[in-house]
């Protein structure tokens, strides 16, 4: 199992940016596919973006296209998400995933208007 921390979150301006990441422990991070969830208040987790273990290969969900930017450093084990142009519905806790089942934390990211 990897363990998964995130941080980066905090409150933005709507039209601001915000990069978050996600730290993983363990030897085994280049062989992992990462994703990016979110959560709002009241609402089922919503997948965002995945990217494979070598970095080449994203995908994101309708709703981070054009907006996000998933990413990754395998030298520091550490995942990324570009998040510009933020709006107040992209308020939510963003969580990290791996592959093998490991979730972080989460960490809140709150868009004022």
């Known amino acids: 199992q990897v363990q998964l921390v995130e941080s980066g979150g905090g409150l933005v301006q709507a039209g601001g940016s915000l990069r978050l990441s996600c730290a993983a422990s363990?030897?085994?991070?280049?062989?992992?596919?990462m994703r990016w969830f979110r959560q709002a208040p009241g609402k089922e987790r919503e997948f965002l973006a995945t990217i494979s273990g070598s970095g080449y290969s994203t995908y994101y969900e309708d709703s981070a296209k054009g907006r996000f930017t998933i990413s990754r450093d395998n030298a520091k084990n550490t995942v990324y998400l570009q998040m510009n142009r933020l709006k107040p519905e992209d308020t939510a806790v963003y969580y990290c995933?791996?592959?093998?089942?490991?979730w972080g934390q989460g960490t809140q990211v709150t868009v004022s208007s």
């Open positions: 363990g030897r085994s991070f280049s062989s992992l596919v």
């Open positions: 995933n791996a592959d093998n089942g490991s």
